[in-house]
T-cell receptor, first 111, second 114 residues
Framework: QQPVQSPQAVILREGEDAVINCSSS?????VHWYRQKHGEAPVFLMI?????EQKGHEKISASFNEKKQQSSLYLTASQLSYSGTYFC????????????FGTGTLLAVQP | GAGVSQSPRYKVAKRGQDVALRCDPI?????LFWYQQALGQGPEFLTY????????KSGLPSDRFFAERPEGSVSTLKIQRTQQEDSAVYLC????????????FGPGTRLLVL
């Protein structure tokens, strides 16, 4: 039931772009993206709701394909501060508010 | 305003000891969540409160784990008779009243059971 993220890890040079994918086998109500640096709390990036549009935050944007139960996170012109592990958290709707987190993608941005 | 705070930040326990982990959510947030994060893994859901009501405890791994939020604000996660497999980071998150709202995480408590 855990969403699968791809790739597992990616190394970028500053200024390069990356795409991180999150796929679920279950119907989703929303997808939440977080970035976590080593030893720190996950930091919220954005939320995509069923029926919602692609959203953006600085040079980070994301989309949600409801038919495929997939979400993609787009990082453009990457900066050193983008390094960390990215997790998608999925919510299936109904009364439960719990998030089921994906397998994670480790992103390293090098100078 | 202040974010989610957790204490202690680090806890070392001998196997068999009881531990209590505290979470102070963002003021006014009615929803509170506990997650467990093993090294190199994503957070895994443990339990969920709406105000003082524990609405979902399906993720608690055993009856040694117990959580409470008696006044609908501060929450405590208690682990009895700790085992080595309980070693992990315990994260607390809170969100506002709207269903599906963003969850904001605290810094976590890193528990090491020897």
């Amino acid at each position: 039931q855990q969403p699968v993220q791809s790739p597992q890890a990616v190394i970028l040079r500053e200024g390069e772009d990356a795409v991180i994918n999150c796929s679920s086998s279950k119907a989703l109500y929303s997808v939440h993206w977080y970035r976590q640096k080593h030893g720190e709390a996950p930091v919220f990036l954005m939320i995509l709701l069923k029926g919602g549009e692609q959203k953006g935050h600085e040079k980070i944007s994301a989309s949600f394909n409801e038919k495929k139960q997939q979400s993609s996170l787009y990082l453009t012109a990457s900066q050193l501060s983008y390094s960390g592990t990215y997790f998608c958290g999925t919510r299936r709707g109904g009364a439960t508010n719990k998030l089921i987190f994906g397998t994670g993608t480790l992103l390293a941005v090098q100078p | 305003g202040a974010g989610v705070s957790q204490s202690p930040r680090y806890k070392v326990a001998k196997r068999g000891q009881d531990v209590a982990l505290r979470c102070d959510p963002i003021s006014g947030h009615v929803s509170l969540f506990w997650y467990q994060q093993a090294l190199g893994q994503g957070p895994e859901f443990l339990t969920y409160f709406q105000n003082e009501a524990q609405l979902d405890k399906s993720g608690l791994p055993s009856d040694r784990f117990f959580a409470e939020r008696p006044e609908g604000s501060v929450s405590t996660l208690k682990i009895q008779r700790t085992q080595q497999e309980d070693s992990a980071v315990y994260l607390c998150a809170s969100s506002s009243a709207r269903v599906g709202e963003t969850q904001y995480f605290g810094p976590g408590t890193r528990l090491l059971v020897l």
